[in-house]
């Protein structure tokens, strides 16, 4: 459809400057062609400034054409944030023509209007680049074959870049490692559980516990979402990071996509320290962490996601946090806390063929941090309870009967225990 769009463009187009103008915001500012050869609409739901921007040419300037313009533009505006769950929507029209005399007409709140009729206007123009800084250094004088030629490869480009996003081919390098070292992990920790006490081999190989956390193994809070003790809880963790880390990393990358896992992983052992009196282990947290980048994902590409945000991930997350509010004892909350890390982590990184927004990358790292650091000092300042400390004594103990001073000793530091 858009390669069609583009095809009509160039048939009835004949401003070197106006399509000029649709190279620069399709390439530059990532905007999609959404209008005919009549009306030139484009459309960029991410975009900071301007959502819409609609391209006014060939028509002399009259009061009723305007009005007609802002009457299109609010029923675009109205459909848009129904369906794409957007509270607000900035439409930017650009005069092409005679400069437009706006003390004539009444202009809504979210409509920006530039006059501007050639290339070098454009650079003269302080308003326009409040909206598109890099605008000034844009060549738009090129020819009408150039440009034409451009947009065209610039849609295909966009056209394949959804197509594979939507299909989420990707190889999953990323996720299919970190499946496989859940499956090594977890054949290893049942063998070792046919000599050890279960819970006793989760513990010595890198379970989240609170008071060994606490005590200075902070790798834990890494190492626990690489463990599983029962196979029902891996193959259902299996099946929630294939579903979801395939679009995860065809959208954002391997690197992103391990880092995104990682601090998934951490920001759910971090609200089980703080909130829940056993260890925590499992890649649940980082399947939820999963989910988490694709509601950052469904806002950044509301188009493509957000129908599967609106009919599948909400209404998983809201069960979730439903569970959790009825029955803390579930871990519910450890989940929301992988959601939360997964979209900050997500958020923090952005997309792989997005242009970086740093400040939202530093934001978003500093709440990470603030978020952390406050957990981290709640669980520090809890009590340890009963259970925890006949634990604590049940473990050191059974290291002594079986002969491994040196562990028993060890943890008999960690927990502070005195020799009786």
Known sequence: MEQNSIREIKLHLESEFVLNLISFLSQEEDYSFVGNETELWLENL???????????????????????????????????????????????????????????????????IVNVQDAESVKH?????????????????????????????????????????VSANGKMIVVKTYLLFLVVTFIYLLARSTLETTA??????????????????????????????????LLLNAVFIFRFGSYVETAFGKLRTAFIILMSGLMSSLVGLAFS??????????????????????FEERKTFMPMLRKLIFPILLVTLLMGMLSPQMGAFTHIGGTIGGFLAAA?????????????????????????????????????????????????????????????????????????
């Open 348 to 420: 923090m990184v952005g997309l792989a063929q997005f242009k970086p927004f740093y400040l939202r990358s530093l934001l978003t790292a500093v709440t990470f941090i603030i978020l952390a650091s406050g957990l981290m000092m709640r669980g520090s300042g809890r009590p340890m309870t009963v259970d925890m400390e006949r634990f604590n004594n049940d473990l050191v103990q059974y290291y002594e009967e079986r002969g491994d001073l040196d562990r028993a000793n060890e943890l008999r530091r960690l927990f502070e225990i005195e020799v009786e």
């Open 125 to 165: 123009s302080l308003h326009l680049e409040k909206y598109f800084p890099t605008i000034k250094e844009a060549d738009l004088t090129m020819s009408l074959t150039d440009v034409a030629t451009s947009v065209q490869y610039q849609t295909l480009e966009k056209t394949i870049r959804k197509a594979k996003l």
């Open 277 to 298: 009196h056993h260890f925590t282990i499992g890649a649940t947290g980082v399947a939820y962490g999963l989910l988490g980048a694709m509601v950052f994902l469904g």
């Open 46 to 112: 991410s975009h900071p400034k301007a959502q819409l921007v609609y391209i006014h040419h060939q028509k002399e300037f009259t009061v009723a054409h305007a009005n007609y313009i802002f009457e299109k533009a609010k029923v675009i505006t109205n459909r848009i944030k129904r369906t794409y769950l957007m509270p607000h929507l900035h439409v930017l029209i650009l005069n092409v023509e005679k400069p437009w005399d706006i003390t004539e007409i009444n202009v809504e709140k979210d409509i920006g």
């Open 200 to 233: 006793f081999v989760a513990i010595r190989y890198g379970v989240a516990y609170p008071p060994l956390v606490l005590a200075g193994q902070y790798w834990r809070l890494f190492t626990s979402s690489f463990l599983h003790l029962e196979m029902l809880h």
